[in-house]
Structures are given as C-alpha cells and as structure tokens.
C-alpha cells in the first residue's frame, strides 16, 4: 500500500512540473529571446498575414518564384512526403509533366525543382532552382535579370552554422520582394 501512494504522489508531482510548469517556463523563454520564431514566423503585408518563413505554399502565377512540389498540397496539419521511389511510374510521369509544363528541355534540372521533400512544408528552395527561374520572372515582370539575381540573394538563408544543410532561397520573402520592385 505504500508504494502505491508514493507512485501516485509521484505520479502527481511528475505531472504538475512536467505537464503545467516545464511547458509554461519553455513557452516564457521562447516568448523573450526569440518571439518571432515562438509565434510561427508570421510575415504580413500590408497589415495582412500572407504566411510564414517556416512553412511553404504554393505560387501558381507565372510571374512568381515556384516553391518546391508538396506531397500534401502544403497543408502544415498533414505533413508527409510521398514515399514514391526512383522506379515509381508515378513520379516518372510526374517529373516528365514538370519538366514539360515548365519547358527545361535539356537543362541541368535541381532536384527540388522536381522532387517533394520529406516533410512537404519545404519554404526554401535551392540557389540553382531559383536561378533556373529568373529569367523566366524577369521577362514576365520585364525586371533586368540582375535585379532578379539581387533580390534571390538577399532573400537566401544560409545552412545552419555552416555544417548542415544547404543555402536556401525562401520562397515567400523572394515573392513579397519581387511584388516591392517598381
């Protein structure tokens, strides 16, 4: 009998610091040193959310940057990738559509220009991705390329502490920047 109310205040106890004040503290922290991030990353525009830095969407005019394809159409509640392998006819067909659509011919092509990521929320996509588009958006915008190559630049993150990843383009900041050129 004992050590059944000992499990139980501790049971208690566990719960009350890991489930109430752990969570309250960690939340506290990230509301003071980093508030940006805690809060989602939201970027507005014109006092209006338009999205967030963390999360991708998608971009069906021409006159934008193309995110990376998302397995789950970017719907953040139901990350997933596709789990299509190399000999997958459905990933054949779909890369085939893409390089069609898109009309990359014989170019040398970046992966996540074709494929999804893992988590389908991918934000960023590669300096070689964008850099395949621009000529593309500066002749719809009728923007000099150079203005196009400035603005993928100022909008890629670089990897993280310069030992993973790769640097990457962030879709919707190089889009807001492209709609503020005059």
Known sequence: MKNIIISIKAFIGFSIILGLFYPLAITGIAQKTMQQKANGSLITKNGRIVGSSLIGQTFDKPEYFNSRPSAVNYNASGSGASNLGPSSKKLIE????????????????????????????????????????????SKIRNIPESKIEALIEENTDDDFIGIWGEEGVNVLKLNIALDEVK
């Open 94 to 137: 779909r890369v085939k559509e893409t390089i069609k659509e898109d009309k990359l011919g014989s170019k040398k092509i970046p992966a996540d220009m074709l494929l999804t990521s893992a988590s389908g929320l991918d934000p960023h996509i590669s300096l070689e991705n964008a850099q395949l588009q621009s000529s593309r958006i």
